[in-house]
């Protein structure tokens, strides 16, 4: 009787106050620097696993005997500006980041920069973040159709042998054409052949890579709508 929405709002701060702890405050941009954006929302996820009994509201995996155990995901959304939390979520762990891209949208204001891993890269959310005139910054996921400002197909993986690194603009998608700067910059062997490792192990043989995947390797590849005038390709990097 006693769990109603004060409770849970007072949790939350709990919960917010905690994790507060736990983060190493981060220095506050220049103050004469003309930073465009009013805050940057980081977003990302954690999980926690639960006792079995949790699991027919918080489906975790199946484990090799097919038995599902309890897992909690837990969103967070962070401003690093103010060092304040925007959101937090619960949600299965079978629902990922992908599924729960759009939950920011809400949250959006005018002028945020979205900074985001890879796992919730979709075209839909980053035109809608355009839309209401905020910013993102996100690393491109290789699957994606690349097209030039005119709507021409771009080959990237040979884009890139010829250019060694890139920074124009260009249309993602083959149904949405939504217009970003592409930013792509080459990462030294070492990096490159560590993140090729990575990715074998973390498919234990369950599927091929390509050969144009693991070349791809040799390159940070970012997707933005901030202009070069605001964050050089340098700086989209060292942001991100």
């Known amino acids: ?60 995996g199946a484990n090799q005997h097919g038995k599902t155990c309890g897992v909690l995901r837990l969103q967070a959304t962070l401003d690093l500006l103010s060092q304040r939390w925007v959101s937090f979520a619960l949600s299965p762990y079978v629902s990922n980041d992908q599924k729960a891209s759009p939950d920011l949208l809400p949250h959006l204001h005018k002028n945020d920069l979205v900074l985001r891993d890879l796992g919730y890269f979709a075209l839909p959310v980053l035109q809608q973040i355009a839309l209401r005139e905020a910013w993102f910054l996100s690393r491109f996921y290789f699957r994606t159709a690349v097209f030039d400002r005119q709507g021409r197909p771009i ?20 149904k949405e054409k939504i217009p970003v700067r592409l930013v792509a910059l080459p990462v030294p062997a070492q990096v490159a052949n560590e ?33 070069a005038e605001i964050l050089s390709a340098r700086q989209v990097m060292a942001l991100y």
């Not at 190493?24 to 941009?29: E, F, G, I, K, T």
């Not at 042998?161 to 998608?173: A, F, I, N, P, T």
């Not at 990575?198 to 390509?210: F, P």
């Open 1 to 60: 009787d006693r769990l109603d929405s004060s409770a849970v709002s007072f949790l939350q701060a709990v919960l917010a106050a905690a994790l507060s702890l736990r983060l190493r405050p981060l220095p506050a941009p220049p103050p004469k620097f003309p930073w465009p954006f009013e805050r940057i929302l980081v977003q990302d996820s954690s999980t926690i696993k639960l006792t079995e009994k949790l699991a027919v509201f918080f489906p975790g």
């Open 155 to 174: 080959n990237l993986l040979d884009l890139l042998r010829r250019k060694g690194r890139l920074d124009q603009e260009v249309l993602l998608g083959k």
């Open 195 to 227: 993140r090729r490792r990575k990715a074998r192990a973390h498919l234990q043989n369950r599927c091929q890579l390509s050969e144009d995947y693991l070349e791809l390797q040799n390159w940070t590849l970012f997707v933005t709508n901030v202009p």
